[in-house]
């Protein structure tokens, strides 16, 4: 079983894929061109782009959303881990007894055969069952991540008056004047409050 880090990825994907998600318009918009022309430098435009891995990487909200999902999956672990450990000593304690002629009937014998398949089976759908859990949080916090973040753009662009605003991930070059990232990070902790536990 491997619960670990699926929710961070999943959580970065999420906002690479949102913040792009302007920059893939514009290049579908584009592609049409005829690629013999040379390239058009276009003015009066302005434009911005932000780092997504620093952003996420300083970004409280999605820190406080990724340490809560790796204490939850190190807390299935440990459950599934000990569940796992109490089962194999009860399998081995079978063999043992069924080995040294124990049981009393071939009947009683599957019994306590049957017995622990169905415990082995419970243990497998508990562990899917938390895969599935994770998986599902992990998306919906990547939702959440997601939605703060381009809620967030469309309020400091009010003031900024940017055209566009795209994610550094899809850039060969940019020049490092463009770069908000710090602008943005600055802005989203100071407006994040954590929910009191």
């Known amino acids: 079983m491997n ?3 699926v929710s961070t990825v999943v959580l970065s994907t999420a906002i690479v894929l949102g913040l792009c998600q302007c920059n893939q318009q514009t290049t579908n918009n584009t592609s049409t061109v005829n690629q013999e022309q040379a390239p ?3 003015t009066g435009l302005k434009i911005a782009y932000i780092n997504v891995d620093s952003l996420l990487a300083n970004y409280a909200f999605y820190q406080d959303l990724a340490e809560e999902m790796t ?3 190190e807390n299935y672990r440990l459950v599934l881990t000990e569940e796992g450990k109490k089962l194999q000593k009860e ?3 079978f063999q043992k007894k ?5 049981y009393s009937s071939r009947e009683r014998a599957e019994s306590e055969q049957n017995r622990l398949a169905k415990k082995q089976q419970a243990l497998q759908e508990k562990t899917q069952k938390y895969s599935v859990e994770l998986d599902t949080e992990g998306a919906a916090n990547s939702q959440r991540i997601s939605e703060s973040v381009e809620n967030y753009i469309k309020e400091y662009n009010k003031s900024h008056g940017f055209n566009l605003i795209i994610s550094k991930a899809s850039l060969l070059y940019a020049d490092e004047t463009l770069n908000i990232t710090a ?3 600055e802005g989203l902790n100071a407006a994040y409050k954590p929910e009191s536990k």
């Open 3 to 5: 619960i670990k880090s």
């Open 40 to 42: 058009v430098a276009v």
């Open 71 to 73: 204490r939850k999956e």
């Open 91 to 93: 399998i081995d304690d």
């Open 98 to 102: 069924l080995e040294n002629g124990v």
């Open 183 to 185: 602008e943005v990070l």
